[in-house]
């Protein structure tokens, strides 16, 4: 039995450094993702206006011949697939891939930020009890020192765990929103861009 309890605690305690690794690098993305969130909020203040312009246009004009050029000019997935809605004349079988496309093009984008958001804490976690163990065979040995180490990384590593799950929530849940709003602007022209060929058509054959 002593053999076993023994071999955990070794192995337990040989995880600590691969988990510091691994909430240093989480720590890394999570702040670049940071970043990337503000870097894309920009990119939304610049096109949001004209954004609302073309849809202003767009209930009274061919969706196929509004000016879409300060929108698409913008890299993200928004003004990429209006450009790709462009590029294909706003085709029916076309058009619908591209509304399918974005969808799976936003669930690659938030796979990361859920990522962090699960395994940050549970990181954190890990951190925190891996030192409990030396933590507590200090105090038993009267080694404070010891134990003061431990617990300033358990309780450094729970910080930076939770700072980690936080970021990730907090960039999943923003960018789902942008996404639901701006696939329901895309299939709105996509949509509206049909009924306005159907009823052209309905007006030929007349």
């Not at 697939?81 to 591209?98: Q, T, Y």
């Not at 617990?151 to 923003?174: E, H, P, W, Y």
Request: proline share 3%.
């Amino acid at each position: 039995m002593n053999i076993l309890t023994t071999l955990l605690y070794w192995i337990s305690s040989g995880m600590m450094i691969p988990v510091i690794v691994l909430i240093l690098i989480a720590l890394g993305y999570s702040l670049l993702m940071l970043g990337d969130l503000y870097g894309h909020y920009a990119v939304r203040l610049r096109w949001s206006k004209h954004v609302r312009r073309l849809l202003a246009e767009a209930a009274d004009n061919p969706v196929e011949k509004l000016d879409y050029g300060n929108v698409i000019q913008h890299k993200d997935l928004f003004s990429g697939h209006v450009k790709k809605l462009v590029e294909c004349d706003w085709h029916s079988i076309h058009g619908a891939k591209v509304l399918s496309d974005f969808e799976i093009a936003v669930g690659d984008e938030l796979k990361m930020p859920k990522t962090l958001m699960r395994t940050g804490p549970m990181l954190g976690l890990m951190g925190t009890l891996i030192p409990m163990g030396p933590a507590l065979a200090g105090l038993a040995s009267g080694d404070i020192a010891s134990m003061a180490t431990n617990m300033q990384v358990a309780f450094s590593t729970t910080v930076i765990g939770v700072f980690i799950g936080g970021v990730g929530f907090i960039v999943q849940l923003t960018k789902s929103q942008w996404s639901k709003r701006d696939y329901a602007i895309l299939a709105y022209l996509f949509e509206l861009s049909q009924e306005q060929r159907n009823e052209k058509k309905k007006c030929l054959c007349a």
